[in-house]
């Protein structure tokens, strides 16, 4: 992150570790996992959230990362800070990548991830460290003490996200930045090669069905940006993106070569990642069967596989700064 104007002049000694508060211990049972249709699901908070945390699924996570980081052009966040900052919290962390990333461009700052899950490496930056943590509930962390907060791919975990964006403006410092990057649900296609009753069209309509019974939107990234505002945000700004959903882009621009690029690493994400993100959705809200996910998945990967079909996923980037008083 060579853009920052100014660096900190005092390095953290963190060594990477887990909250002992009584909201983030490592005990017993925060190891004792739920196993259901073959996968692997996190015990903290048992069923809260839908996606599996077996290595299947960390592979899957880190391939996303590696697909934003190329969509972004090789950024871990678009907000405009000028000045590297002092403590940062990722919510949502998983692999905890982007934390570790973030720590290691930039060395003076403490970086703390949170998820449900203990599944992030040890051997890690000495400024980062995972909290098993439940975002949804009251946070713990002093008030006013972080300088960015980010979060990527929240969508269906949330029921209250004005009291989570609430939480958030309280824990930043005057000035801070929060940062939000969310994708859509649906495959799009701009020339109709996803119509309706496809394969990709039906993907979208099941998540949007799922997120309704469950009281989680699916749809955070067409109300992140007003959400911002209406908590009390400021300077909020968005950007979109169309990730395509394969190598179909034709490579004849530097753009399309790019683009083309990114639907390889796209492909083998959703083909890692597609079970994990259907499974307990559909069997546990919508009550299919496993049998039938499984058939649904093979039509899925067909479809993904045809270059025919132009489908791309969009993401969405919002930050805001919290006002200085």
């Not at 496993?290 to 969009?314: C, S």
């Amino acid at each position: 992150m060579n853009h920052f104007r100014a660096l900190l002049n005092e390095a953290t000694d963190l060594v990477p570790t887990f909250s002992a508060d009584d909201t983030a211990s490592l005990t017993t049972s925060i190891f004792n996992y739920r196993w259901e249709n073959g996968r692997r699901y996190h015990a903290f908070r048992d069923g809260e959230y839908w996606c599996p945390n077996d290595e299947s699924a960390a592979e899957q996570l880190d391939l996303g990362h590696h697909i934003y980081l190329m969509l972004l052009d090789n950024r871990l966040f678009l907000a405009p800070i000028t000045t590297e900052p002092q403590k940062v919290l990722d919510i949502g962390t998983g692999t905890g990548i982007w934390a570790i990333d973030f720590a290691d461009a930039c060395p003076n700052a403490i970086v703390i991830g949170t998820d449900l899950s203990p599944t992030q490496p040890t051997s890690v930056p000495p400024n980062v460290r995972f909290e098993i943590d439940d975002a949804a509930s009251e946070w713990t962390f002093p008030k006013e003490s972080f300088d960015f907060i980010h979060v990527r791919g929240l969508f269906g975990c949330l029921r209250n996200w004005p009291a989570f964006y609430q939480q958030v403006l309280a824990h930043l410092k005057p000035g801070g930045y929060y940062e939000q990057l969310e994708c859509s649900v649906e495959c799009h296609a701009d020339d109709d090669t996803t119509p309706p009753g496809s394969p990709l069209r039906r993907w979208g309509e099941l998540f949007h069905e799922a997120g309704r019974r469950m009281g989680k939107p699916v749809d955070v990234i067409d109300r992140q940006y007003q959400w911002l505002k209406d908590a009390g945000f400021e300077d909020v700004q968005e950007h979109r993106f169309k990730m395509p959903d394969g190598p179909w882009p034709a490579a004849k621009t530097e753009i399309g070569k790019k683009l083309k690029q990114i639907g390889k690493w796209r492909l083998l994400e959703v083909e890692a990642g597609m079970e994990g993100w259907s499974m307990a959705l559909f069997t546990r809200v919508l009550g299919m069967s496993y049998e039938e996910v499984q058939l649904f998945l093979v039509e899925m990967r067909n479809a993904w596989r045809d270059n025919r079909v132009h489908g791309y996923t969009r993401v969405g980037v919002v930050y805001g700064r919290k006002p200085m008083r």
